[in-house]
T-cell receptor, first 116, second 119 residues
Framework: DQQVKQNSPSLSVQEGRISILNCDYT??????FLWYKKYPAEGPTFLIS?????DKNEDGRFTVFLNKSAKHLSLHIVPSQPGDSAVYFC???????????????FGKGTLLTVNP | DTGVSQDPRHKITKRGQNVTFRCDPI?????LYWYRQTLGQGPEFLTY????????KSRLLSDRFSAERPKGSFSTLEIQRTEQGDSAMYLC?????????????????FGSGTQLSVL
């Protein structure tokens, strides 16, 4: 069962426009959410995160929005740049019985292409 | 130390051979994770260490797989009697701890991975 779903395998946007990447999750125990960016033949690189106590977190050109009732989060990149072209993974963290989060569950990723 | 280091970057082996991968985490991180990623999928959790203790293993980790972190620093992942289905990128990550409202949330830092091809 896919607990974290990224339903768009790919997205193409024009340089300077907004990129919106979406992610849905099913596990109500998830309470911390992260976005990772991955280039080919490299490991994922942390981009931005959000705790379930917030509905928005912003870092420069990147903003993550969380809608807990809909179990949905999105990553907005504005303005998009060609160097943003990569695979973006949504990941969620589950609280374990000790109150410490440690295991990430990833979606399948969305390939973003930003055209000059 | 600028990040998580994994060695080798690539490994090609014949079916039935044993392989071992090494991971050096960020020096002050006490948690170390192994993930596996196949084509078209996101990384999947394999196992996790806190210091030298292996605290959880995924059901994906068959008895042919063994991971160690003998001194709480570097870790090794060994696959015995490799099969073609083991072909994947094996990712190591390490983390520090941040506290949100009484629970800890962790940001994982990943290495570049070891790409395994079993022929």
């Amino acid at each position: 069962d896919q607990q974290v779903k990224q339903n768009s395998p790919s997205l193409s946007v024009q340089e300077g426009r907004i990129s919106i990447l979406n992610c849905d999750y099913t596990n109500s125990m998830f309470d911390y959410f992260l976005w990772y960016k991955k280039y080919p033949a490299e490991g994922p690189t942390f981009l931005i995160s959000i705790s379930s106590i917030k509905d928005k977190n912003e870092d420069g050109r990147f903003t993550v929005f969380l809608n807990k009732s809909a179990k949905h989060l999105s990553l907005h990149i504005v303005p998009s740049q060609p160097g943003d072209s990569a695979v973006y993974f949504c990941a969620s963290m589950e609280v374990n019985s000790g109150g410490s989060n440690y295991k990430l569950t990833f979606g399948k990723g969305t390939l973003l292409t930003v055209n000059p | 130390d600028t990040g998580v280091s994994q060695d080798p970057r690539h490994k090609i082996t014949k079916r039935g051979q044993n392989v071992t991968f090494r991971c050096d985490p960020i020096s002050e991180h006490n948690r170390l994770y192994w993930y596996r990623q196949t084509l078209g999928q996101g990384p999947e959790f394999l196992t996790y260490f806190q210091n030298e203790a292996q605290l959880e293993k995924s059901r994906l980790l068959s008895d042919r797989f063994s991971a160690e972190r003998p001194k709480g620093s570097f870790s090794t992942l060994e696959i015995q009697r490799t099969e073609q289905g083991d072909s994947a990128m094996y990712l190591c990550a390490s983390s520090h701890t941040r506290v949100w409202g009484g629970t800890t949330n962790e940001k994982l830092f990943f290495g570049s991975g070891t790409q395994l091809s079993v022929l």
